[in-house]
């Protein structure tokens, strides 16, 4: 898993599978970084070794140091006003303005920023609380980190910008343009989001507090039925929840939905057992082992809180019908035998592999399901090495070959 970090205005990102680092795309050679582990070390130290030597790399770089004196250059610029500071960048349209870590706040530049143009600008950390942005443009620019806590946004374009870690608490989005935004661990906290335009957004792990939400704009075209035809077809609705928007629109664009669950239900093991400090090892090993099959599958341990609009066997229902199969942990049985009274009769497609340790009997009413060909016999394991030893053969087989015979 990659870790995304800024450091003077450049992204460095981690990722400790790999090892790897890279600063704005460029790998940190390999032998750099095995030298900086130590044998005990956590991955968090790990991270942390890591991300002072990149930091390391970038403050004594020449190229940084230029960086710098553009950045002051045009901040400079840009205090001279918004009008002047436009004219500029047509001029200059290759250039890329540099405005990572500066205050751009309206008392601290002594200017307000309404129609700006900050397309393709790098404005990584920088400080924007409580300024005015309406119908600025920031198309492709980077503000990862940055704060624009109070900000009025009114009318200005985001198409394609980054906003990875982006504060925007209390911030006013009206008729906003946020089409290809990029949004990871945003925070719109008590901030207003109306009649924005999401079509094409990535949302994940966004914060809402109090949030504002309304009639978010998905407007799209598609190709005509007749394929002779050039014309396409404009789409509209709206949606008041950013993160639906995206489920939304593959609900309607009926091939992409297709396209989503098929390959989900081709790859996703759902795995229900009991979560006693010792049970949840051997599930935990399962799922690694199942995880170490790149590319086959996706196991998903069911031990996170359902929704609060759903209670646990809708949930666990919902996750079954996404799911290739089932294993079910028998041992030690608690809830099983409520989830598997939602999961049984109502999915045959689906099958349920049931396992269990030796020593032990099934629980009394599990007798009941074994009338139906898609719950399998149970495979009774010793103990955690011996299951893992197992698991392809004994396990992963006999549920894949049901489910071969099931869609024929």
């Known amino acids: ?19 790897r680092a890279t600063i704005e795309g460029l790998k940190v050679p390999k032998r750099e970084l095995s030298r900086l582990f130590r044998p005990r070390d956590s991955d ?4 942390e ?20 004196e553009a950045r002051r250059e045009h901040l400079k610029k840009l205090k001279e006003g918004v009008e002047e500071w436009n004219k500029w960048r047509e001029e200059n349209p290759q250039i890329r303005p ?10 601290t530049i002594g200017k307000r920023l309404n129609r700006v143009n900050f397309a393709n600008a790098v404005l990584i950390n920088a400080d924007l609380r409580g300024q005015n942005f309406r119908s600025a443009s920031f198309h492709e620019a980077n503000l990862g980190g940055a704060k624009l806590h109070g900000a009025d946004l009114t009318a200005a374009v985001f198409c394609r910008a980054d906003l990875y870690e982006t504060e925007m608490p209390k911030a006013k989005l009206i008729r906003t343009n946020l089409q290809g935004t990029q949004l990871a661990k945003t925070d719109f906290s008590r901030a207003r989001l109306d009649k924005c335009k999401v079509y094409g957004m990535s949302a994940w792990d966004l914060k809402f507090d109090r949030t504002t939400q309304k009639n978010l704009l998905i407007r799209y075209r598609s190709q005509a039925s007749n394929r002779n035809k ?16 995206q489920f939304i629109y593959m609900l309607l664009n009926n091939h992409n939905l297709r396209t989503v669950i098929n390959a989900a239900t081709s790859s996703i093991v759902l795995i229900l057992g009991r979560f006693s400090k010792k ?37 666990i229902q919902l996750l079954a019908n996404l799911s290739k199969f089932v294993i079910a942990d028998l041992s030690d049985a608690k809830s099983i035998p409520q989830e598997l009274s939602q999961i049984v009769p109502n999915l045959p ?18 007798e009941h399901w074994r009338r139906y060909p898609w719950v399998l016999p149970e495979f009774k394991y010793k103990n955690k090495a011996h299951l893992l030893q197992c698991l392809k053969q004994k396990v992963i087989q006999p549920a894949v070959t049901r489910r071969e015979f099931a869609s024929r």
Do not use: W
């Open 1 to 19: 898993m990659s870790d995304a970090f800024y450091h003077r205005g450049l992204t460095i990102e981690v990722d400790l599978d790999f090892p």
């Open 44 to 47: 968090r130290k790990k991270t």
């Open 49 to 68: 070794r890591v991300l002072l030597h990149c930091k390391q790399l970038i403050d004594s770089s020449s190229a940084f140091h230029k960086r710098e």
């Open 98 to 107: 540099l405005l990572y870590n500066s205050d751009l706040r309206e008392k």
């Open 230 to 245: 050039q014309d396409s077809i404009a789409t509209e609705l709206e949606v008041d929840d950013l993160q639906v928007a």
């Open 279 to 315: 049970r949840k090892k051997v599930l935990d090993a399962m799922r690694e082992e199942l995880r170490s099959m790149k590319g086959s599958y996706v196991p998903i341990l069911f031990d996170f809180k359902p929704s609060h609009k759903r209670d646990l066997s809708e949930t």
């Open 349 to 366: 497609s689906v099958p349920i592999q049931p396992i269990l340790l030796a020593r032990q009997k099934e629980y009394a009413m599990f």
